[in-house]
């Protein structure tokens, strides 16, 4: 508990320094606390009416499956103990935080959005961590009735955030092409 109290106060000052950036709209601020709000209310829904490791249907590709991840994407590094879970806290903290500083810095409106994704999304991860090194994931990908992965809001934020990115480059390399021919 008290590694986790000492993250509290750094977590307070990034989230101050991005409200006194001047590179951060308060659109982008609303945004960001929307998307945290949102996946926060997520997991707290499915903590509260879905039992764990209990399938439920919902959607032909999607159901719902409370699992409490300790590792990272697709249970990647999911050791499940006192020592992986507060490294992982730091390595996650230290990439939101350079993913944040590249935000900042970016000029392109495509990628900056990006982005936001990806900082929510990792945002959202950290505090579902802070209080005992696991995530909650509860959306349960099943195409074909093939089980592939099961994650959270958060994870389909950095997911789409790493997609649009992908897709902001390619669309520049695109016209870097055509502007050499």
Known sequence: ????????????????????SE???????????????????????ALNYIEAL???????????????NSGIAFSFLDFNN???RYILLIIVFLITMYFLKIFLDEKDNLKKKSFLLIIAGALGNFIDR??????????????FEFSLFIFNFADAYITL????????????LK???????
């Open 130 to 143: 802070l209080p005992d090194g696991v995530v909650t994931d509860f959306l349960h990908f099943k195409p």
């Open 82 to 84: 006192f020592v992986s």
């Open 175 to 181: 016209s870097k092409h055509e502007t050499k021919n």
């Open 54 to 68: 209990q399938q439920n249907d919902f959607l032909p590709l999607i159901d719902f499956l409370i699992v409490f």
């Open 23 to 45: 590179n951060l709209s308060k659109g982008y601020l609303v945004t960001l606390c929307l998307l945290l709000f949102a996946d926060y209310l997520s997991k707290i829904i």
């Open 161 to 172: 955030g790493a997609i649009i990115f992908i897709f902001s480059e390619l669309i520049l």
């Open 1 to 20: 508990m008290k590694m986790i109290l000492r993250f509290a106060p750094g977590v307070v000052q990034i989230f101050m320094a991005m409200v006194r």
